[in-house]
């Protein structure tokens, strides 16, 4: 099927659209990609309700409109319509994730998205498995499981969004999942305080800082890192870390030190130490957190453009290949991804009309 996804991650810097024509099992061609930007206010209305387990129908709605006008841009530039379509996988917009209450909650209203591109929507990825007692998060590893299928293993695919998460493949299939810790989130709102930009480009801010190690092996001492996979984050998880009196420069370094240090504690939940290292997500365009992973994990750490992947649009070609399988029938997580008790299905269709 010829399939769009939509992706907006937990940096809620904007919108991601990428096609593939998938049968959700492997990819046969890829498609073109846009990165759409949000708006500043529906930046801003997103981040007053995050923890929120409910959003207004206004902002349900808002989001839905973005999402449209981001398929109806993808289709402008690109001399498309909605007929070359078969299928658009919705991830929306995580404003809570809190899976040992049975608990996520993505907005966007996909029923209006439908109507909006006249294309049919699955949405709704993860309530399905966080009801079943999973983390309901990763999603990605299937995809990445797919992509890799060639690849020298052990290989660790870690992706750095708000959240950063990791997935481990192994000979024959095996493959672990997991939140390892902070990606972007802190930073970014570091950033955004001290600064007010958006994220700290090119690295430039924490690269000219100091590492406070006495704050960060206090955040390290948290029962989520000796905790056993599965296990997932919310964004603002460690949004409490001590970093009171450092100047932004040092408070950046600390954070970046944080997501590196915490990738390298996630390699003791491995079976298998990975040969190499792909990263994806926004956190590969920061060479700060880039050069602090190679210091830690032991092998070599690229972008995964090293391996003819699209990093941009790598979690937006994930829930195209998702919705695929969704309305295939075919798992979306498996217990060694989301500790779900089995492979779990999921998703919900809506029709365009």
């Known amino acids: 099927m010829k399939t769009l996804g939509l992706m907006s991650g937990t940096s809620f810097d904007g919108i991601d659209v990428a096609a593939i024509d998938t049968d959700g099992e492997s990819v046969r061609s890829f498609g073109p990609q846009l990165g759409v930007p949000y708006e500043p206010e529906l930046r801003a209305h997103i981040r007053a309700v995050l923890g929120s387990e409910k959003a207004l129908p206004e902002l349900e709605e808002a989001v839905a409109v973005a999402h449209a006008e981001a398929v109806t841009r993808f289709f402008d530039a690109y001399g498309l319509t909605a007929r070359a379509v078969d299928l658009v996988g919705f991830h929306g917009q995580t404003i809570l994730h809190a899976p040992a ?185 920061n060479p700060t957190i880039m050069a602090a992973l190679a210091r830690h994990v032991g092998a070599p750490v690229e972008p995964v453009e090293a391996v003819g992947w699209r990093g941009d649009a790598l979690e937006a070609e994930a829930f195209a290949f998702l919705a695929v399988r969704s309305i295939r029938g075919l798992p979306l997580s498996l217990p060694e991804t989301t500790g779900a008790p089995g492979p779990m299905t999921g998703g919900r269709l809506f029709r365009a009309g």
């Open 101 to 285: 209450r049975r608990l996520t909650r993505q907005i966007g209203d996909a029923a209006l998205l439908a109507r909006l591109i006249g294309v049919n929507v699955v949405a709704d990825f993860r309530s399905a498995d966080v009801a079943a007692g999973g983390q309901g998060a990763p999603l990605v590893p299937l995809y990445h499981q797919a992509l890799a299928r060639d690849l020298p293993k052990p290989l660790a695919v870690l992706n750095i969004g708000g959240v950063a998460n990791v997935t481990w493949l192994g000979e024959r299939d095996a493959v672990l999942a997991f939140d390892t810790g902070p990606g972007n989130a802190l930073l970014d709102d570091w950033v955004l305080k001290h600064h007010g930009a958006a994220f700290d480009r090119g690295g430039t801010l924490a690269a000219a800082g100091r590492v406070h190690d006495d704050r960060l092996r206090r955040a390290l001492t948290r029962a989520f890192f000796v905790a056993p996979p599965p296990k997932s984050l919310d964004r603002n998880a460690f949004g409490d870390m001590d970093l009171g009196g450092l100047s932004p420069e040092d408070g950046a370094a600390t954070l970046v030190e944080f997501t590196a240090r915490a990738a390298q504690l996630a390699m003791a939940h491995m079976p298998e130490a990975p040969r190499r290292w792909l990263v994806c997500g926004g956190g590969r365009h």
